[in-house]
């Protein structure tokens, strides 16, 4: 690999099969499904497919969050999508979400399936769907969705920037590393002056803005990503840290975030979830050793 220092970039960008290190076998430069695959279909309405990442597990807290509020609509099957293996780019998956990115959702409730891709559209959809989550006052909810848009255009720094160069890239880069932690820290500094003002995003009300953020920068502070903790100093950040405790300690998170995880600890780990009762066999299986 030639040494960043040296690169030139020629006139017209050629794609290299195999340049881009750990993620090479699934990046490409095009869209659309490379193979047919017929996506299992379950009992329940709302049909998840779907890899425990962050973006995943704003859905599946959502999800958890809407059943512990006592709505049996919002009962669900996770289907686990292996992007390692390429099955975002199967036939059916691509049919939902064009993007061949995690999460993808059916909504099979109605006469007419609706289909419902990216992980922010997914959480405003089963917020109205419910109501739940998302205040109707408007300067409220206007906080809560600029918080919730906030997490979407700002994650790409920490995932595809900052995770991707400090965890990820085939060769160490200082500059892409320095450049994106800075603005990973700034992010955690907007955040946590917020929280220093409010007890959550949105204001004194859990939203949908907190189960956005909270897999990605309170996945963070608690040190569960990119085993980058130490290097940005998150205890720093008291206000942080207290909010993803906050949100933690909420059964309802702590089973969204067991849901389609295949990384940690086994016990840690609900593959596939299609009854809630699949979280009471999680909990035996781990008393009893199995």
Same mark, same amino acid.
């Given at each position: 690999?030639?040494?960043?220092?040296?690169? *030139?970039?020629? #006139? !017209?960008?050629?794609?290299?099969?195999?340049?881009?290190?750990?993620?090479?076998? %699934?990046?490409?430069?095009?869209? $659309?499904? *490379?193979?047919?695959?017929?996506? +299992?279909?379950?009992?329940?309405?709302?049909?998840?497919?779907?890899? $425990?990442?962050? @973006?995943?597990?704003?859905?599946?807290?959502?999800?958890?969050?809407?059943?512990?509020?006592?709505?049996?609509?919002?009962?669900?099957?996770?289907?686990?999508?292996? %992007?390692?293996?390429?099955?975002?780019?199967?036939?059916?998956? !691509?049919?939902?979400? +064009?993007?061949?990115? %995690?999460?993808?959702?059916?909504?099979?409730?109605?006469?007419?399936?609706?289909?419902?891709?990216?992980?922010?559209?997914?959480?405003?959809?089963?917020?109205?769907?419910?109501?739940?989550?998302?205040?109707?006052?408007?300067?409220? /909810?206007?906080?809560?969705?600029?918080?919730?848009?906030?997490?979407?255009?700002?994650?790409?720094?920490?995932?595809?920037?900052?995770?991707?160069?400090?965890?990820?890239?085939?060769?160490?880069?200082?500059?892409?590393?320095?450049?994106? #932690?800075?603005?990973?820290?700034?992010?955690?500094?907007?955040?946590?002056?917020?929280?220093?003002?409010?007890?959550?995003?949105?204001?004194?009300?859990?939203?949908?803005?907190?189960?956005?953020?909270? +897999?990605?920068?309170?996945?963070? #502070?608690?040190?569960?990503?990119?085993?980058?903790?130490?290097?940005?100093? !998150?205890?720093?950040?008291? @206000?942080?840290?207290?909010?993803?405790?906050?949100?933690?300690?909420?059964?309802?998170?702590? /089973?969204?975030?067991?849901?389609?995880?295949?990384?940690?600890?086994?016990?840690?780990?609900?593959?596939?979830?299609?009854? #809630?009762?699949?979280?009471? *066999?999680?909990?035996?299986?781990?008393?009893? $050793?199995?």
């Amino acid at each position: 690999m030639t040494n960043s220092s040296e690169y *030139t970039p020629p #006139a !017209v960008w050629t794609w290299k099969q195999g340049n881009g290190g750990r993620f090479a076998n %699934i990046n490409r430069p095009i869209a $659309g499904a *490379t193979h047919e695959k017929v996506l +299992p279909v379950g009992k329940h309405p709302l049909q998840l497919y779907s890899l $425990g990442t962050p @973006n995943g597990v704003k859905v599946t807290v959502m999800l958890e969050e809407l059943l512990a509020l006592g709505h049996s609509g919002a009962e669900y099957d996770a289907w686990l999508i292996k %992007i390692g293996d390429g099955d975002q780019f199967g036939s059916d998956f !691509v049919a939902i979400n +064009p993007n061949s990115k %995690i999460p993808a959702l059916l909504d099979r409730s109605g006469p007419k399936p609706i289909r419902v891709f990216e992980s922010g559209a997914i959480l405003v959809y089963l917020a109205e769907k419910f109501g739940a989550f998302l205040p109707t006052e408007p300067a409220a /909810r206007a906080e809560c969705l600029s918080w919730l848009f906030w997490q979407m255009g700002s994650a790409p720094y920490l995932g595809g920037g900052f995770g991707h160069f400090y965890a990820y890239a085939p060769v160490k880069i200082e500059y892409a590393i320095d450049r994106f #932690a800075m603005e990973t820290k700034r992010q955690l500094d907007v955040l946590d002056r917020r929280l220093a003002a409010s007890e959550y995003l949105g204001g004194g009300d859990y939203t949908i803005a907190d189960i956005a953020v909270w +897999p990605w920068y309170g996945g963070l #502070a608690k040190g569960w990503l990119y085993g980058a903790a130490e290097f940005l100093q !998150v205890q720093d950040y008291k @206000n942080v840290q207290r909010w993803a405790d906050q949100i933690g300690n909420r059964p309802a998170a702590r /089973r969204g975030r067991m849901v389609n995880r295949v990384q940690g600890e086994l016990s840690s780990q609900l593959h596939e979830r299609h009854d #809630a009762a699949d979280f009471d *066999t999680k909990t035996q299986d781990k008393l009893t $050793g199995g």
